[in-house]
């Protein structure tokens, strides 16, 4: 029997490795924007499955949240295998996003300090963009701060080689360390999800004295559309990202 290898090398060029560090912090939005230019996800439960550590056959990684602390590693030791699989695919050029979790572990894989802050984010903040973060990641988006949606109590202190993209009156929020990105806040996000979230961290946010109406009111609808458009700017920047890596004809797209 003969195999199509063009076809099978063609297959593998178009997978991205989605790390879930809980069941249900997922890829949100960002799930249909991949599928629908092509991609396939090879999705990961990092507490249960086994982690990679090389980053080959890849064409991205997306590593997702979580209320793991990543300073706490002998309790979730799967956190170090992530960051090795962090730092081998910057190694490697391999684009990797980060979110919440995840770009506290791209921050302290690449020699930052991840830390507990002293308040936590949770519910709508506004961010400032950086010029740096309108010329790459958020290029598209027209206006200088941008409201979007937190739910972290981490903060980190980041590598000096850190591109910072974007910040709010507490943190930064976003940046870029050779070929990956690290973003505090969730642009994935759906109503769904957070209302999920709500009904799972209920015990968090009642004791941060956060009501669950405010994070989730009727007026929130144009938030999460607005969320929405701005998680495909994003993802069609870092789409980019992924097409660089793979030496397609950008202009082409």
């Known amino acids: 029997m003969l195999f199509?290898?063009?076809h099978i090398d063609n297959t593998l060029c178009k997978k991205i490795l989605s790390i879930q560090n809980i069941d249900f912090e997922t890829l949100g939005t960002l799930e249909e924007l991949i599928h629908s230019d092509g991609y396939q996800i090879e999705n990961i439960e990092a507490q249960t499955d086994t982690i990679p550590s090389?980053?080959?056959?890849?064409?991205?990684?997306?590593?997702?949240?979580?209320?793991?602390?990543?300073?706490d590693e002998t309790?979730?030791?799967?956190?170090?295998?992530e960051q090795e699989l962090i730092r081998d695919a910057i190694k490697n050029e391999v684009p990797v996003l980060g979110i919440c979790l995840g770009s506290q572990l791209i921050a302290q894989a690449t020699g930052g300090?991840?830390?507990?802050?002293?308040?936590?984010?949770i519910g709508w903040f506004n961010v400032t963009l950086t010029p740096n973060g309108h010329e790459s990641l958020f290029k598209g988006i027209k206006t200088k701060t941008v409201r979007v949606f937190q739910w972290h109590g981490d903060t980190y202190d980041l590598p000096s080689t850190a591109n910072i993209m974007a910040f709010s009156n507490l943190y930064p929020q976003a940046f870029k360390v050779g070929s990956a990105i690290g973003m505090q806040f969730h642009l994935e996000v759906n109503r769904k999800m957070i209302e999920r979230w709500i009904q799972e961290y209920s015990q968090e946010i009642n004791k941060e004295h956060?009501?669950?109406?405010?994070?989730?009111?009727?007026?929130k609808a144009k938030e999460?559309?607005?969320?929405?458009?701005?998680c495909k700017v994003v993802y069609s920047n870092f789409s980019k990202m992924i097409d660089k890596f793979r030496g397609k004809d950008i202009g082409a797209r």
């Open 4 to 6: 199509d290898t063009a």
């Open 75 to 81: 309790n979730y030791q799967y956190l170090s295998k």
């Open 54 to 71: 090389k980053a080959d056959g890849y064409v991205a990684i997306v590593i997702l949240g979580g209320p793991m602390a990543v300073y």
């Open 113 to 121: 300090r991840v830390y507990r802050g002293p308040k936590k984010e």
């Open 210 to 219: 956060i009501k669950s109406d405010d994070i989730l009111l009727p007026n």
């Open 224 to 230: 999460i559309r607005d969320s929405y458009d701005r």
